[in-house]
Each structure stands twice: as C-alpha cells, then as structure tokens.
C-alpha cells in the first residue's frame, strides 16, 4: 500500500507543478497577460519557495524536485507575464 500511495502522489506532485503551463500557452498564444494576476503568481512562487525549504527539514527528495519544478514553471510564468504585459497609459 506504501509503494502505491508513494506513486500516487508522485502523480499528483507532476500535476500540481505542470498546472502552470496552461496559463503559459494561453498568455503566448493571445500574446496578452492583462487578465492574469502578477500577485497570485507571486504569492504561488513564494509558497514553493517554503515548500522547498520544508522538503530540507524533512528530507523529502520527491516534495524537493516537484516544488523546485513548480519554482521553476512559476518563475517562467512571471516572466512570460511581465513580458506580455502592456505599460499602463498616463
């Protein structure tokens, strides 16, 4: 059952860190980040960033390589954002 749920959840961990790309191919696509929140992307990076530093304390490589690969499509998304997003007029 402990092998099962381990892969179980390993799953769930690639999912959770892939979710992001959709919100990166739409921004790309319409070439457009007005509606996307810069603050819910912020807040998201800033949890991975703890969950990293809990998977340290306790010494869990699977919650390491999932939230550093969530950091990581979090980090493209903020760019991606910033890049498509247009100055706001005076």
């Known amino acids: 059952m402990g092998v099962a749920i381990e892969i179980l959840m390993s799953c769930v961990g690639l999912i959770m860190a892939l979710s992001c790309t ?9 070439k457009s980040s007005e ?15 703890c969950w990293i530093g809990y998977a340290f304390h306790i010494e869990s490589v699977s919650v390491f390589v999932y939230g550093a690969l969530s950091l990581i499509l979090l980090s493209v998304q903020l760019g991606v954002i910033l890049h498509y997003r247009q100055p706001k007029e005076a």
Do not use: K, W
Not at 22 to 30: E, M, N, S, T, V
């Open 22 to 30: 959709p919100q990166i191919a739409q921004i790309i696509d319409r």
């Open 35 to 49: 509606d996307v929140s810069i603050l819910t992307t912020q807040m998201l990076i800033f949890g991975e960033v």
